[in-house]
Protein backbone atom coordinates (compact mmCIF):
# COMPACT_ATOMS: atom_id res chain seq x y z
CA UNK A 1 0.00 0.00 0.00
CA UNK A 2 1.75 3.42 -1.13
CA UNK A 3 1.95 5.60 2.03
CA UNK A 4 1.50 9.23 1.57
CA UNK A 5 4.80 10.92 3.18
CA UNK A 6 4.91 14.67 4.48
CA UNK A 7 7.71 16.33 3.17
CA UNK A 8 10.07 17.63 5.50
CA UNK A 9 12.51 19.26 2.92
CA UNK A 10 11.07 21.69 -0.29
CA UNK A 11 12.01 19.98 -3.45
CA UNK A 12 14.55 21.48 -5.36
CA UNK A 13 13.83 24.38 -7.82
CA UNK A 14 14.14 22.08 -10.68
CA UNK A 15 11.45 19.68 -8.89
CA UNK A 16 9.48 22.61 -7.87
CA UNK A 17 9.27 23.74 -11.48
CA UNK A 18 8.41 20.22 -12.43
CA UNK A 19 5.27 19.75 -10.24
CA UNK A 20 4.31 22.87 -11.08
CA UNK A 21 4.16 21.93 -14.80
CA UNK A 22 2.30 18.37 -13.74
CA UNK A 23 -0.71 20.69 -13.19
CA UNK A 24 -0.92 20.93 -16.72
CA UNK A 25 -3.20 17.81 -16.37
CA UNK A 26 -5.91 20.37 -15.32
CA UNK A 27 -6.01 22.65 -17.51
CA UNK A 28 -9.17 23.96 -19.15
CA UNK A 29 -7.86 22.53 -22.63
CA UNK A 30 -8.82 19.11 -21.89
CA UNK A 31 -12.63 20.39 -20.78
CA UNK A 32 -15.11 18.31 -23.08
CA UNK A 33 -16.08 22.25 -24.35
CA UNK A 34 -12.87 23.39 -25.10
CA UNK A 35 -12.64 19.75 -26.63
CA UNK A 36 -15.20 20.03 -28.86
CA UNK A 37 -14.58 23.88 -30.11
CA UNK A 38 -10.97 22.36 -31.12
CA UNK A 39 -12.46 19.27 -32.80
CA UNK A 40 -14.95 21.61 -34.94
CA UNK A 41 -17.79 20.02 -32.77
CA UNK A 42 -18.83 23.70 -31.83
CA UNK A 43 -22.35 25.45 -32.87
CA UNK A 44 -21.89 29.32 -33.86
CA UNK A 45 -24.21 29.80 -30.65
CA UNK A 46 -21.77 27.94 -28.42
CA UNK A 47 -18.43 29.73 -30.09
CA UNK A 48 -20.62 33.46 -29.18
CA UNK A 49 -21.35 32.28 -26.03
CA UNK A 50 -17.56 31.23 -25.45
CA UNK A 51 -16.74 34.37 -26.66
CA UNK A 52 -18.70 36.58 -24.59
CA UNK A 53 -18.04 34.73 -21.51
CA UNK A 54 -14.35 34.93 -21.98
CA UNK A 55 -14.55 38.85 -22.68
CA UNK A 56 -15.37 39.33 -18.94
CA UNK A 57 -12.25 37.21 -18.18
CA UNK A 58 -9.95 39.88 -20.42
CA UNK A 59 -11.31 42.71 -18.88
CA UNK A 60 -10.72 41.83 -15.68
CA UNK A 61 -6.50 40.26 -16.36
CA UNK A 62 -5.69 44.52 -16.08
CA UNK A 63 -7.37 44.39 -12.43
CA UNK A 64 -6.45 41.07 -11.08
CA UNK A 65 -2.85 42.87 -12.13
CA UNK A 66 -2.67 45.98 -10.65
CA UNK A 67 -4.73 44.79 -7.56
CA UNK A 68 -0.82 42.78 -7.28
CA UNK A 69 1.29 45.66 -8.16
CA UNK A 70 -0.49 47.48 -5.52
CA UNK A 71 0.52 45.36 -2.99
CA UNK A 72 4.07 44.57 -4.41
CA UNK A 73 6.59 47.11 -2.61
CA UNK A 74 9.10 46.08 -5.35
CA UNK A 75 9.67 48.48 -7.65
CA UNK A 76 11.67 46.73 -9.95
CA UNK A 77 9.01 43.41 -9.77
CA UNK A 78 6.32 46.66 -10.75
CA UNK A 79 8.48 47.60 -13.92
CA UNK A 80 8.22 43.96 -15.21
CA UNK A 81 4.06 43.28 -14.07
CA UNK A 82 2.71 47.16 -15.49
CA UNK A 83 3.57 45.42 -19.17
CA UNK A 84 1.07 42.62 -18.53
CA UNK A 85 -1.43 45.82 -17.69
CA UNK A 86 -0.48 47.19 -21.21
CA UNK A 87 -0.54 44.32 -22.81
CA UNK A 88 -4.73 44.24 -22.38
CA UNK A 89 -5.54 47.99 -21.72
CA UNK A 90 -3.45 49.14 -24.80
CA UNK A 91 -1.04 52.30 -25.16
CA UNK A 92 0.07 54.38 -27.55
CA UNK A 93 0.32 52.36 -31.27
CA UNK A 94 -0.89 49.35 -29.79
CA UNK A 95 -4.85 49.16 -29.51
CA UNK A 96 -4.39 45.95 -26.51
CA UNK A 97 -5.65 42.30 -25.66
CA UNK A 98 -9.24 44.19 -24.95
CA UNK A 99 -9.47 45.38 -28.39
CA UNK A 100 -8.22 42.45 -30.02
CA UNK A 101 -10.67 40.39 -28.06
CA UNK A 102 -13.73 42.95 -29.34
CA UNK A 103 -12.47 41.98 -32.82
CA UNK A 104 -12.90 38.54 -32.34
CA UNK A 105 -16.01 38.78 -30.77
CA UNK A 106 -17.06 41.22 -33.88
CA UNK A 107 -15.54 38.37 -36.38
CA UNK A 108 -17.90 35.29 -34.36
CA UNK A 109 -20.85 38.11 -35.22
CA UNK A 110 -21.09 39.70 -31.36
CA UNK A 111 -22.22 43.23 -31.70
CA UNK A 112 -19.36 45.29 -29.64
CA UNK A 113 -21.76 47.09 -27.93
CA UNK A 114 -23.61 43.99 -26.17
CA UNK A 115 -20.19 42.29 -25.50
CA UNK A 116 -19.12 45.47 -23.45
CA UNK A 117 -22.45 45.61 -22.16
CA UNK A 118 -21.22 42.34 -20.02
CA UNK A 119 -25.23 41.14 -20.26
CA UNK A 120 -24.28 37.63 -21.82
CA UNK A 121 -22.43 36.91 -18.91
CA UNK A 122 -23.12 33.72 -17.16
CA UNK A 123 -23.24 34.05 -13.42
CA UNK A 124 -21.14 31.38 -12.66
CA UNK A 125 -18.38 32.68 -15.02
CA UNK A 126 -18.84 36.16 -13.13
CA UNK A 127 -18.23 34.51 -9.34
CA UNK A 128 -15.36 32.52 -10.62
CA UNK A 129 -13.61 35.14 -12.60
CA UNK A 130 -14.53 37.69 -9.58
CA UNK A 131 -13.03 35.22 -7.35
CA UNK A 132 -9.87 35.20 -9.15
CA UNK A 133 -9.22 39.23 -8.48
CA UNK A 134 -10.63 39.03 -5.15
CA UNK A 135 -7.86 36.99 -4.43
CA UNK A 136 -5.18 38.91 -6.29
CA UNK A 137 -6.43 41.66 -4.03
CA UNK A 138 -5.99 40.04 -0.34
CA UNK A 139 -3.03 37.46 -0.89
CA UNK A 140 0.40 38.05 -0.40
CA UNK A 141 1.74 39.60 -4.05
CA UNK A 142 4.15 36.92 -4.31
CA UNK A 143 1.53 34.18 -4.16
CA UNK A 144 -1.21 36.52 -6.08
CA UNK A 145 1.74 36.76 -8.76
CA UNK A 146 2.35 33.09 -8.66
CA UNK A 147 -1.54 32.42 -9.69
CA UNK A 148 -1.04 33.33 -13.29
CA UNK A 149 1.17 30.51 -13.70
CA UNK A 150 -1.49 28.76 -15.74
CA UNK A 151 0.21 30.56 -18.47
CA UNK A 152 2.59 27.50 -18.29
CA UNK A 153 0.16 26.24 -20.52
CA UNK A 154 -1.56 29.06 -22.55
CA UNK A 155 0.91 28.67 -25.52
CA UNK A 156 -0.17 25.57 -26.35
CA UNK A 157 -3.81 26.49 -25.82
CA UNK A 158 -3.31 29.61 -28.32
CA UNK A 159 -1.79 27.82 -30.88
CA UNK A 160 -4.29 24.82 -30.69
CA UNK A 161 -7.18 27.63 -31.57
CA UNK A 162 -5.15 29.03 -34.39
CA UNK A 163 -4.69 25.59 -36.11
CA UNK A 164 -8.15 24.42 -35.63
CA UNK A 165 -10.59 27.27 -36.17
CA UNK A 166 -9.79 28.64 -39.26
CA UNK A 167 -9.96 24.58 -40.67
CA UNK A 168 -13.37 23.85 -38.87
CA UNK A 169 -15.44 27.45 -38.42
CA UNK A 170 -15.08 29.27 -41.99
CA UNK A 171 -17.23 31.15 -41.14
CA UNK A 172 -15.32 33.25 -38.50
CA UNK A 173 -13.55 36.45 -39.70
CA UNK A 174 -9.80 35.46 -39.68
CA UNK A 175 -9.27 39.20 -38.74
CA UNK A 176 -10.15 38.20 -35.22
CA UNK A 177 -7.57 36.03 -34.44
CA UNK A 178 -5.18 38.67 -33.29
CA UNK A 179 -5.69 38.38 -29.89
CA UNK A 180 -3.98 34.86 -29.79
CA UNK A 181 -1.56 35.02 -32.11
CA UNK A 182 -0.39 38.03 -29.67
CA UNK A 183 -0.44 36.07 -26.68
CA UNK A 184 1.82 33.39 -28.14
CA UNK A 185 4.94 35.33 -27.39
CA UNK A 186 3.40 37.67 -24.42
CA UNK A 187 2.68 34.06 -22.79
CA UNK A 188 6.47 33.47 -23.30
CA UNK A 189 7.25 36.29 -21.82
CA UNK A 190 5.49 36.42 -18.62
CA UNK A 191 5.74 32.59 -17.42
CA UNK A 192 9.51 33.50 -17.51
CA UNK A 193 9.27 36.21 -15.22
CA UNK A 194 6.64 34.66 -13.10
CA UNK A 195 7.89 31.07 -12.94
CA UNK A 196 11.12 32.90 -11.94
CA UNK A 197 9.28 34.63 -9.08
CA UNK A 198 7.76 31.15 -7.74
CA UNK A 199 11.36 29.66 -7.87
CA UNK A 200 12.84 32.12 -5.51
CA UNK A 201 9.86 32.53 -3.36
CA UNK A 202 8.83 28.97 -2.65
CA UNK A 203 12.01 28.04 -0.40
CA UNK A 204 10.28 26.25 1.96
CA UNK A 205 7.98 23.38 1.93
CA UNK A 206 4.77 24.89 2.94
CA UNK A 207 5.46 28.06 0.07
CA UNK A 208 5.57 25.26 -2.25
CA UNK A 209 2.67 23.03 -0.91
CA UNK A 210 0.54 26.53 -0.69
CA UNK A 211 1.90 27.73 -4.50
CA UNK A 212 0.61 24.21 -5.79
CA UNK A 213 -2.97 24.41 -3.88
CA UNK A 214 -2.67 27.97 -5.03
CA UNK A 215 -2.35 26.95 -8.90
CA UNK A 216 -4.58 24.36 -8.71
CA UNK A 217 -7.39 27.02 -7.55
CA UNK A 218 -6.62 29.24 -10.74
CA UNK A 219 -7.17 25.94 -12.70
CA UNK A 220 -10.46 25.64 -10.91
CA UNK A 221 -11.57 29.16 -12.17
CA UNK A 222 -11.12 27.80 -15.83
CA UNK A 223 -12.45 24.58 -15.46
CA UNK A 224 -15.57 25.98 -14.00
CA UNK A 225 -16.48 29.11 -16.13
CA UNK A 226 -16.46 26.14 -19.20
CA UNK A 227 -19.03 23.94 -16.67
CA UNK A 228 -21.08 27.34 -16.57
CA UNK A 229 -21.14 27.22 -20.30
CA UNK A 230 -21.06 23.79 -20.39
CA UNK A 231 -24.79 23.83 -18.41
CA UNK A 232 -25.90 27.06 -20.95
CA UNK A 233 -25.14 26.29 -23.92
CA UNK A 234 -24.35 22.47 -24.92
CA UNK A 235 -27.52 21.27 -22.07
CA UNK A 236 -29.36 24.08 -22.84
CA UNK A 237 -30.30 25.40 -18.95
CA UNK A 238 -28.71 28.89 -18.34
CA UNK A 239 -29.79 30.25 -15.23
CA UNK A 240 -33.60 30.33 -14.44
CA UNK A 241 -34.53 28.27 -17.34
CA UNK A 242 -37.23 26.48 -15.60
CA UNK A 243 -38.85 29.91 -14.76
CA UNK A 244 -37.95 32.40 -17.82
CA UNK A 245 -36.35 32.20 -21.41
CA UNK A 246 -34.98 35.30 -20.48
CA UNK A 247 -31.13 36.59 -18.79
CA UNK A 248 -32.55 37.80 -16.10
CA UNK A 249 -29.44 37.26 -14.25
CA UNK A 250 -27.09 40.57 -12.94
CA UNK A 251 -25.62 42.01 -15.64
CA UNK A 252 -22.90 44.22 -13.84
CA UNK A 253 -20.06 44.07 -12.37
CA UNK A 254 -20.64 44.80 -8.67
CA UNK A 255 -17.37 44.57 -7.03
Known amino acids: MKSDRIATEPMSPEAFEQALRAKGAYYHIHHPYHMAMHNGKCTREQ?????????????SI???????????????TRRKWV???LDHDGQEGSEGGIEAWLRLGEAVGLNRDLLLSQRMVLPGVRFAVDAYVSFARRAVWQEAACSSLTELFAPQIHQSRLDSWPQHYKWIDEEGYGYFRSRLSQANRDVEHGLALALTYCDTVEKQQRMLEILQFKLDILWSMLDAMTMAYELHRPPYHTVTDKMAWHHERLL
Open 83 to 85: QRI
Open 62 to 76: PLKDAAIMANCPDPQ
Open 47 to 59: IQGWVANRFYYQT
